[in-house]
């Protein structure tokens, strides 16, 4: 019988194009609003790396000012010290850690016809690829050797070794940057993990992500400065640069992966004996407030869906009640306007469930060409947000488990909003109707 | 085959209690042709509504085929409806929007057949009231009494037990009338029970047993087995 409902369903959606339509534009209005205020909400608060979210943690430290929180309520700094983050990243006390801090540096390609592009990259340790898994093109990451023995190596992004190297294989060969020459010794593919979990801080969460990547260490002879945030509570004491990397100054994040309860209980305790230690010497004047905080904590502690969206997802919902029940309104108009084919129906051997099962499938039928067409309104709501906003660009796209969920919300809508008409259907009493006909 | 006894319906508002039907009893052998005749308002309809279960009665015993339909639920009643009865009505209450095919089809669907017994007894019944060439027309555009013809095909495709006949010449001209009546009575020829209620005493004196019904009661019962000119006997049964 499912079968028959449905074709018959088709059949009164074709006879009666005007007020299927009116039903359908109504159902997709809600849908493409709901859709496109959802599709941001849902890549925003997304997992950007689902198999170990819950294995990497990002790692805080508070040494801020005593008589004020470095933000409310008692949040520790997000980044921390140069000494800080590179005696815990070489400690090796996780099983994989890194420090890094964003650079700008001028790229001079090795044709002429080039012009040197300035571009920001990212000092790192080897372990940053191990623990965030960016894809390789060409070569790999460098070694911890390396890392030790500050070597002039670099990684390349994918959009720059297309810049630099015509996307060819460019492992192996020579680039300069500033004034150094650095062996490619690998080539990312595309890495646009959203947000840019591991750099909610200099760096927009669902912007472009670093064009190199750098071993911190060389930062020994670099004695590069942060391109991105940096915060003191109190001057640097001298100003020098190595004043600046004795500082109390926040610059340098630090992540690691822990891979289990256990590990990260050992780790907790590893950070608070070094801050008890580095209490002794007169630093970190405020109680022990350091945290470990996995992925989806962090981008929940640093507010990456902002209220405006949620605030947004709830109005396109309400929006789409609205539209449903408009669509309640028509569907009653329509399946009373046939109450003379109920009675028919009934009077030929359809039970109640029956008349219920075919009007409720005839909703579902609606449900499902308001999702076709509210698609069609998202993309075009979408369009027009990043046309408006075009920084959260990446975060403007459906696909296709998007698509399914906009299928089954707008069937569940229609069907939820079918329910009263269809009921009343069912209620008409077959006698009176066919004596009337 | 259809058994009322002491049968009675009562429509009830805040304000009114209305007798439709009150001690009402009939008895309706296996292969009769009934004529239930009675002015307007005396309850005809009320009777064939409860008849073919599309109401139920207040008080009273009403057995069909043997089996008791007080108290059957809404499932139990569509399958009797379904099985046991057929209908034809005065509007003839094609749906508009299905061509002749689709609509005999209808209860065919909800008895379960098959697609192949389905197709097989649609075209039958279709080609039985002379319109098995055009089942892909719509009911718009046949005129009154293909319309009613349709509706008995659409009736007789499931080979019911009793056919229900509610004024089905009511709205036809007295040639149609004359044609679809040959029908009706080809078909109980051929052992359906029929039940037809009408105004027309000339189709009344046709059938082989007469009813008459006033103020909701059995006033009464004819044999058009009697050698009446108008098929009207003395009364042989009355209601209590």
């Given amino acids: ?437 | 085959m259809l058994s009322m006894q002491d049968l009675s319906k009562v429509y009830r508002t805040h304000l009114v209690e209305t007798h439709a039907l009150r001690e009402f009893s009939i008895h309706v052998e296996e292969g009769e042709f009934v004529a239930v005749t009675g002015p307007s308002g005396s309850g005809k309809t009320t009777f064939m509504n409860i008849a073919g279960l599309l109401e139920e009665h207040s008080g009273g015993r009403y057995q069909l085929d043997g089996v008791e339909v007080s108290g059957l639920s809404d499932r139990e009643r569509s399958a009797m409806r379904n099985e046991k009865l057929g209908f034809i009505f005065q509007g003839f209450n094609l749906i508009p929007d299905l061509n002749l095919f689709d609509n005999v089809d209808v209860p065919l669907r909800y008895r379960g057949f098959g697609a192949k017994e389905r197709k097989l007894r649609i075209e039958r019944a279709l080609e039985q009231v002379g319109l098995g060439s055009r089942a892909r027309h719509y009911p718009a555009e046949l005129s009154g009494g293909q319309q009613q013809r349709v509706a008995i095909a659409r009736a007789l495709a499931g080979e019911p037990r009793i056919l229900l006949a509610d004024e089905p010449t009511g709205n036809l001209d007295s040639a149609m009338a004359r044609a679809v009546m040959e029908i009706l009575e080809g078909i109980n020829a051929a052992g359906t029970t029929i039940i037809m209620v009408t105004h027309d005493p000339e189709l009344a004196a046709r059938a082989r047993r007469n009813v008459h019904i006033i103020d909701g009661q059995v006033t009464d019962l004819q044999s058009s087995f009697a050698d009446s000119a108008l098929g009207v006997s003395a009364p042989r049964e009355s209601a209590a």
């Avoid at chain 1, 010794?185 to 927009?204: E, Q």
Wanted: glycine letters at 8%.
């Fill in chain 1, 1 to 437: 019988m499912t079968r028959y409902y449905f074709w018959l369903a088709a059949r009164n959606l074709k006879n009666s194009p005007w007020l299927s339509g009116l039903m359908v534009l109504a159902i997709a209005l809600g849908i493409g609003a709901f859709m496109t205020s959802y599709a941001i909400f849902h890549a925003m608060s997304g997992d950007p790396i689902p198999h170990k979210s819950h294995q990497l943690f990002s790692v805080r430290l508070d040494n801020w000012d005593p008589e004020d929180a470095y933000s409310e309520p008692n949040e520790p700094p997000t980044q921390m010290t140069y000494r800080d983050a590179r005696y815990l990243a070489e400690a090796g006390k996780a099983r994989y850690q890194t420090a890094m801090f964003r650079v700008g540096m001028a790229v001079q390609p090795g044709n002429p016809d080039i012009k040197p592009l300035l571009s920001h990259g990212r000092m790192t340790y080897s372990d940053f690829f191990a623990m965030f898994e960016p894809p390789f093109l060409y070569g790999m990451p460098w070694t911890r050797a390396e890392d030790g023995a500050r070597s002039t190596v670099v990684v390349l992004s994918r959009a720059m070794n297309e810049r630099v190297f015509g996307g060819e294989n460019s492992v192996g060969r020579q680039l300069r940057m500033d004034d150094g020459e650095y062996t490619v010794v690998g080539v990312l593919d595309t890495f646009d993990p959203l947000p840019r979990y591991y750099d909610l801080i200099n760096t927009d969460p669902f912007g472009d992500g670093d064009d190199f990547y750098l071993p911190f260490t060389l930062n020994d002879t670099l004695k590069k400065r942060p391109n991105g945030n940096n915060s003191c509570y109190i001057d640097p004491p001298e100003d020098s640069y190595q004043g600046y990397l004795d500082s109390e100054c926040v610059w340098v994040a630090l992540w690691v992966q822990l891979d289990s309860e256990a590990e990260r209980r050992d780790y907790q305790t590893f950070i608070d004996n070094y801050v008890m230690e580095q209490k002794r010497h007169g630093r970190f004047p405020r109680p022990l407030n350091n945290r470990l905080d996995d992925v989806m904590d962090w981008l929940d502690n640093q507010g990456v869906v902002d209220e405006d969206t949620r605030i947004q997802v709830g109005l396109s919902f309400a929006f789409l009640l609205v539209c449903l029940l408009n669509t309640v309104g028509l569907m009653l108009a329509r399946f009373l306007r046939r109450a003379g084919e109920v009675s028919v129906r009934r009077a030929l051997g359809a039970s109640r469930r029956q008349i219920f099962q075919q009007y409720l499938t005839e909703s579902a039928v609606l449900g499902i060409a308001g999702a076709l067409v509210g698609l069609v309104f998202a993309a075009l709501g979408l369009a027009v947000v990043r046309g408006l906003a075009p920084h959260i660009a990446a975060v403007t796209h459906l696909d296709p488990s998007l698509g399914l969920f906009a299928l089954t919300v707008s069937v569940c809508a229609a069907l939820l909003a079918g329910i009263y008409p269809t009921w009343r259907a069912c209620r008409i009493a077959p006698a009176a109707q066919l004596k009337t006909q």
